[in-house]
């Protein structure tokens, strides 16, 4: 089995890894759109446009599913994705945030009523209201949250990838960007839901955990490592041999455009993997 | 006479408006390619196909010069775009800022020696070392630097661009993340030239001043409106009668990106200025 995974950048390397944890009897083909990232600053136009071009391009792959780990695609062009891979089943990040954003409810007391579920992204992310829309949506059409009320917030985070691909991860800098941004809700609210909806949010999980004392936080690049590995698809789907799984194989639209930190992470790989990187530079 | 000025995206508008205020007598055509920004990011390859591309939809456009105020392209791209405008004049910014980094050692004390000269710029403009052999070849081949000594500087300030897009240029942040670029230069030098070699950098220059107190810190948006102003093709060209001057026709190859401080920056316009937003999405 070959699972896809797309994103713009770099940042879906946290799906891939947590992916590769959780299902290791898999190949993997990685495609970053690096020539055109971020999508973050892009209209809802051209996210489309390159999304069906990425999705071309792993559809050539033979993949037998596709994750969507940008979050900004997800959100905006996976529809338009879905359409151009069928029949292959594509998952997206975001109802799969929305759904441990939403599990996580049971970890709060009862009596914090309404509880506060405060969505972290990109401006592009929180621009498109996917997370809200989904949240709120999902909530109101499920069964479990009978005795529960929930109070929706969307909070744009812009200055977090450029500090987090520069590597300022352990610097106090960081910190004091999150706080800034947290700062009206934790001001408001002791206890709620943080649903981090960046693919790079991983990477400074514990950092927003140290900002949100009290706070149950949760990312939705895991959730959707989790809801692959529970779905029909998975369950039913040929596993490869032993001797031939865990690679991945590296597409770059760009690879001269990849930033220091995720050289790095490329190359402190997993010894099994056999990685190819392959740029595909758009004329 | 119509000057084009060209950006990846919206730092051009520090270009435009030092252009405006020096010569007013003009029309100008501003294209920022917000469909592919950032420039800074991508490889160099890309980054010259990018910038041939916008030189020919500004050919078209019929200007009778060209300021190329993106400082990646200047660096990476600036022959080529001369190829594609030939026989119209192209004026990159970093001769200009190099010119203006060396005018300024007449303002620092014989007893500095050898002077410092600190580039601060993107990180794509300073791997292009653009401006670090420029500023070596200008001074060796000139004259009227016999009696000093200079030493060159490279540092990358990656953070900047985004805070400043963000707004929080009042912010602390800010100045932290400034004094951690320069902290180390400035712990050696008490005085040098600081060369600001980003089109964004003009709106925090204050800061950049109150960080490095005792350095002459200069620019090179304001260098290329310099630069023009003195040009034999300034003096010599044609200008328009003074009923039909100082419009800006604004172009974006993706007018949904624009991020909102350059929005308001356009809508503050003069009121003499015609403001034709038109959109060139890149299919």
């Known amino acids: 089995m070959k699972i896809g995974v797309f994103d713009s950048g770099v940042g879906g390397i946290t799906v891939l890894a947590e992916l590769k944890q959780r299902l ?35 559809k050539q792959k033979e993949v037998d599913a596709l994750i969507v780990a940008c979050n900004t695609a997800s959100s905006l062009a996976l529809s338009a994705i879905q359409t151009v891979m ?12 929305v759904q ?24 592009a992310t929180i621009q498109s209201q996917a997370y809200g829309k989904s949240l709120r949506n999902t909530f109101e059409n499920g069964n479990t949250f009978k005795n529960r009320n929930i109070e929706v917030f969307e909070q744009a985070c812009p200055l977090l990838v450029p500090l987090i691909e520069e590597g300022w991860i352990q ?10 941004y947290v700062r009206p809700y934790l001001k408001e609210f002791k206890k709620g839901v943080a649903l981090l909806g960046c693919t790079h949010y ?26 692959l590995e529970r779905s029909e698809f998975f369950k039913t789907a040929q596993k490869p041999d032993e001797a ?9 639209t760009d690879p001269k455009a990849l930033p220091e930190f995720a050289k790095k992470f490329i190359q402190n790989r997993n010894a099994r993997d056999s990685i190819l990187i392959q740029p595909v530079l758009n004329a």
Chains 1, 2 share one sequence.
């Open 202 to 227: 991983p990477w400074i999980h514990d950092s927003f955990q140290a900002a949100l004392p009290g706070w149950q936080v949760v990312n939705s690049a895991w959730a959707v490592a989790q809801a």
């Open 244 to 252: 031939n799984v865990g690679r991945v194989e590296w597409m770059f």
């Open 86 to 97: 069928a029949p292959i089943p594509v998952f997206g990040v975001v109802d799969p945030g």
């Open 171 to 180: 610097h106090p800098v960081l910190d004091q960007v999150i706080q800034e």
């Open 24 to 58: 290791s009897s898999v190949n993997y083909v990685y495609l970053g759109d690096t020539a055109n990232l971020p999508y973050g600053s892009k209209s809802p136009a051209q996210i489309e446009t390159l999304s069906i071009r990425c999705a071309q391009m792993l």
């Open 100 to 123: 441990a954003a939403l599990g996580a409810l049971n970890l709060i007391s009862l009596q914090v009523d309404p509880v506060p579920i405060l969505v972290l992204a990109t401006r």
